[in-house]
């Protein structure tokens, strides 16, 4: 992790200012997620009366199941998928809406709509949009000789929930980008401008290279939230399915915990899908950061 | 505008359109299906155009309500939580943040760690023990108990962080020369610095808090804590058959007018120019 | 002096409470819209029908979280009185020796009168134990039922709905050319329809060991040469359009109101939505049959609700509980719930009264799933299922028919696949439960 080269010395004051979002955190989560993972090693009845320890069977049993095997490729499309059509296209809106200025605020509180639909109905939206009988979009595909059908057709169903999940992040990435963008100093555009470069040339050489430490820290947002949040969406639109086209890992996860209350074998899951996780942070941290100005 | 190019102009407005287009149909086809009668939607391909029943629709909403509890004192709970949410995070977030990159102390990087995983594992699969916390500090049916495990999380941390790591240092070399004390410099100058960020993030916070949904759900069993999403939720549940989905839709636009709010209200702070430091 | 004081403040006190202070019974239930606003109905009228007990119902959401949430409670001490978990999450409180009252027993103890005979055996049967003895008292409960489009059937000429699978393939090939429908029949809750009501309904077993009733080592033996024959059946007629398939849950049921598709198999319950989306007219009937298969049709299983009392109340909170099951099975409030909701009556009494209030007449089609349920008298294969976590193997076996629609996997591999995936789920859930 990289550090400020000055920085205050102070003997307790860092503890201070550090407490309260540390206490929080350990009473909230720490403590609980680690009493959820402890579960990885018990098999336990849902209402915790038997609980028999079983050491590495848990992860035994995930790692023989082939399905298990497959939705980490399945996982792996999809986002990178989602992370990429989410931040690529929040990054274009962002760029034109702080060009533009004009009607900037129309654009902004439109484009930041999405996110304020709540997920329960954004995951009918979709359901209603590409139902391969009563949706729109799939009708029009379908006038144009192109047969929608993702209840059988896993291609399509992985598409679907990729638009979904991409749909529902560009409003967060647009609204922090554009917060990166008009918060670059004026002067240095103008400067760019007067020396006679384009709008698209200034992008490229000053307004992204300055965007670097927002653009990181949404690519580690976004990869956290496709991983871990995205199990909602799934479950209004495909329930991972047709077969186990859609069945991304936290989908099971949540599946396993929630719907079919086996915790042991979905804790299992949990702890490799945040060792999955920990691990890609830690090389964004090491690799990209590192070439991240700041 | 920095300077005239009509034609860069035209185009960035035509890209801004079409995306917008793509991106606002879903929440238009929200609107249309709110104005229709519930057969008309499921039996057939779903209409493109309003229909005539929008004011009925609307009426019967703000009118006679569902649930069990006035729609006003859905929104009102909803908007402590939300608010309750965006504030507490964005105080706590930015200290700790501040902490973390303007001070070397023992344990910073674990802090900063032990901080940043809570960014994994949503809260749907740690529920139980989560739940077993809140009952334990006996929260259950309580708005601190709404407010406060949804808090435990690193987003806000991580983007301040980054924020100020961006911040020159020679504006904590001249902080320092002129011997201000850390608070001082956070609040003259961080603060002010932040508000672009800050802004961001209370729109995506309040958003965020505003529709939660099962964590509320699971911790309350007071009816008058019943919030807006957890009431368009369970108008949708129905066992066996089909919602009246012209009501859903309806609320669940309604319920989208005070996030919108919000977000007017914040436009103001995203104007260029008052983020620059002062020459 | 002072102690007869204080002994007579303490009688004063107590008799207080029980004279002028209602016990508190909490409901946690899942029924979202109008079925929510009924369900308030009931407890209002139960709370002012008597001033010992007051019921609260609370919503806790879709039936899964409602089941989370009380798990989450009960973990934490801090349960209610009743939960109403639906049937799929059956063997999981069943297991829960100690989590759970059951319901003969809270009867017993508490000493209100209850006789098991008068509730419909082919209904509470899910929920009773291999001795009869009462678990869970059903709430909800529907089975599935043939829906047809009348206005499509009469325009291809076909009298009647179709009784065998055979009828189902003539009949879908005959509207497909001759009306606007596209497809034949669509299903929704496959696994439900199609492999669980489809073995009772056929009386083949689902599972060894009573499907589950038995004991918690069962396995599964759904992919039997039935079964197979049926899923191979249902791929051809994937292939060839006379099925289409929409979706795992009551994701097709739109299929059927566009008229689409002129045939849907679904819950009982989903009548009164499908009557009010469907501009044609729709007729009902009992599930097709093979009609070389010896016994069938025997009887269809039920799904839906229930609602179960959990452990670690006060005898008073118990005593108001089986006050109100009482009330709740009485027959004006089984038969209102029932004709208002279209699930199926829990007593015979509660059947005979909606008959005689020409309830059946009035509304037809609402005693096809009755008639069916009760066909015959249920054999150890047709009175439910009870197996450990059965929400995965539901899964499972969406996943592998699905694979089956699409053409990818043949009806015989894919029932193997599920069977043996399916047992392995089972295991674990024995394992967890020692």
């Given amino acids: ?34 009493e959820a993972l402890y579960q990885s090693v018990l098999q336990q009845g849902a209402f915790g009366l038997t609980t028999q320890f079983v050491g590495l069977e848990n992860f035994r049993d995930l790692f023989s199941d082939p399905d298990y095997l497959h939705s980490f490729t399945i996982t792996i499309v999809f986002a990178v998928s989602t992370t990429a059509a989410a931040m ?52 029009v595909l379908h006038q144009l000789g192109y047969n929608w059908n993702h209840l059988v057709n896993g291609g399509q169903a992985l598409l679907l929930v990729i638009i979904a999940a991409a749909w529902k992040q560009i409003s967060y990435n647009f609204i922090f980008f554009l917060a990166g963008m008009q918060a670059i100093p004026r002067s240095l555009i103008e400067a760019a401008a007067i020396d006679g470069s384009g709008p698209m040339k200034r992008f490229f050489t000053i307004v992204f290279p300055l965007l670097a430490p927002t653009t990181f820290f949404l690519l580690v947002v976004n990869i956290v939230y496709s991983f871990f949040e995205t199990f909602a969406i799934i479950d209004a639109t495909t329930q991972g399915g047709p077969g186990d086209a859609t069945e991304i890992l936290v989908y099971k996860v949540w599946h396993d915990a929630f719907i079919a209350l086996d915790l042991g074998g979905s804790a299992a899951q949990s702890v490799v899908l945040m060792a999955i996780v920990i691990g890609l942070t830690v090389i964004q941290f090491r690799y990209i950061e590192r070439r991240v100005e700041y | 505008m920095i300077e005239n190019r009509p034609v860069f102009t035209f185009f960035a407005h035509a890209v801004l359109l079409v995306g917008l287009a793509i991106v606002i149909f879903p929440i238009y086809l929200a609107f249309v299906a709110s104005t229709q009668d519930s057969s008309t939607f499921l039996g057939g391909v779903v209409p ?86 809140a009952a334990g500090l006996d929260l259950l049916n309580t708005y601190q108990g709404l407010i406060l495990p949804v808090i435990a999380s690193a987003t806000a941390t991580f983007l301040f962080r980054q924020f100020f790591m961006t911040i020159p240092d020679e504006l904590l070399e001249a902080a320092l020369l002129d011997r201000a004390s850390p608070m001082q410099f956070f ?61 859903v839709m309806g609320t669940a636009i309604l319920a989208m007018v005070p996030p919108v709010l919000v977000v007017l209200f914040f436009q103001r702070w995203f104007i260029k120019g008052l983020t620059e430091p002062e020459k | 002096m002072i102690k007869t004081l204080l002994a007579g403040a303490v009688l004063l006190s107590t008799t207080a409470t029980s004279a002028f202070a209602a016990t508190d019974i909490t409901w946690w239930h899942a029924m979202g819209g109008e079925l929510g606003d009924k369900v308030n109905e009931i407890a209002k009228n139960f709370n002012d029908s008597q001033d010992q007990y007051h019921v609260t119902p609370v919503y806790k959401g879709t039936y899964p979280e409602t089941m989370t949430a009380a798990i989450a409670a009960f973990r934490a001490g801090k349960q209610p009185d009743i939960v109403q978990v639906y ?98 029949f669509t299903t929704g809750w496959q696994s439900w329809v199609q492999l669980e009501t489809f073995s009772a309904w056929h009386n083949v077993p689902f599972g060894t060991k009573q499907n589950g009733f038995g004991g918690l080592d069962t396995k599964f033996v759904f992919n039997g040469d039935l079964q197979k024959r049926h899923i191979s059946d249902m791929a051809k007629w994937a292939k060839s359009g006379v099925f289409k398939y929409g979706g795992r849950q009551g994701d097709a049921r739109p299929l059927f109101y566009s008229g689409e598709c002129s045939m849907y198999m679904g819950s009982s319950a989903s009548r009164a939505s499908i009557l009010a989306n469907t501009k044609a007219k729709v007729g009902f009937a009992e599930l097709p049959y093979y009609d070389d298969v010896k016994g069938a049709p025997q009887n269809t299983i039920i799904g839906g609700a229930s609602l179960w009392v959990l452990s670690g109340k006060s005898d008073e909170e118990y005593k108001g509980v089986a006050t109100f099951f009482k009330y709740l099975s009485s027959p004006e409030v089984q038969a209102d719930w029932h004709q208002f909701t279209g699930y199926l009556p829990i007593t015979t009494a509660a059947y005979e009264l909606s008959k005689k209030q020409g309830y059946y007449e009035k509304n037809p089609g609402a005693e096809v799933a009755i008639q069916q349920m009760t066909k015959n008298p249920p054999t150890e294969n047709s009175k439910g299922i009870r197996f450990g976590n059965f929400a995965q193997t539901r899964d499972i076996i969406n996943g592998e028919l699905e694979q089956v629609w699409s053409g990818n996997k043949s009806a015989e591999a894919a029932l193997d696949d599920a069977v043996d995936k399916g047992n392995t789920i089972l295991r674990k859930f024995e394992k967890a439960h020692q």
């Fill in chain 1, 1 to 34: 992790m990289q550090t400020k080269r000055v920085t205050f010395s102070h003997r307790w004051l860092p503890y201070l200012l550090i407490a309260p979002q540390l206490a929080i955190t350990i009473v909230f989560f720490i403590w609980p997620a680690g």
């Fill in chain 1, 88 to 139: 690529i296209s929040a990054l274009l809106f962002a760029g034109m809406a702080d060009y533009v200025m004009r009607a900037n605020a129309f654009y902004r509180t439109t484009l930041i709509a999405p996110y304020a639909v709540a997920p329960a109905i954004a995951g009918v939206l979709w359901w209603f949009l590409f139902n391969p009988s009563i949706g729109i979009i799939a009708y």
């Fill in chain 2, 48 to 133: 493109l155009l309003p229909s005539s029943h929008m004011l009925e629709t609307y009426g019967r909403i703000l009118g006679s309500g569902f649930g069990s509890i006035p729609v006003w004192r859905m929104i009102a709970n909803s908007m402590v939580m939300a608010l309750g949410i965006a504030i507490g995070k964005i105080a706590i977030s930015i200290i700790s943040a501040f902490a973390i990159v303007y001070f070397r102390f023992p344990f910073r990087t674990l802090a900063f760690w032990l901080i940043f995983i809570t960014l994994m594992l949503p809260v749907e699969v740690r529920i139980l023990p989560t739940y077993s916390v």
């Fill in chain 2, 187 to 247: 609040k003259d100058i961080m603060l002010p610095l932040s508000r672009t960020n800050i802004a961001a993030l209370f729109v995506i916070l309040f958003i965020y808090g505003w529709n939660q949904y099962l964590w509320p759900l699971i911790i309350t069993t007071d009816q008058n804590m019943t919030t807006i999403v957890v009431g368009i939720k369970q108008m949708v549940n129905v066992a066996d058959g089909d919602p009246q989905w012209q009501l």
């Fill in chain 3, 87 to 184: 049937e799929v999450g059956t063997a999981t409180m069943m297991a829960a020796e100690g989590a759970i009252k059951p319901v003969y027993k809270l009867m017993q103890d508490s000493g209100v009168d209850f006789d098991p005979s008068d509730y419909l055996q082919a209904v509470t049967g899910y929920y009773t134990d291999t001795d009869g003895h009462m678990l869970s008292l059903p709430f909800n409960s529907s089975t599935p039922i043939l829906y047809y489009n009348k206005d499509e059937f009469d325009k291809a000429g076909i009298d009647g709905a179709p009784k065998t699978w055979q009828d189902v393939a003539d009949d879908s090939k005959k509207v497909m050319e001759n009306s606007d429908a596209s497809c034949g």
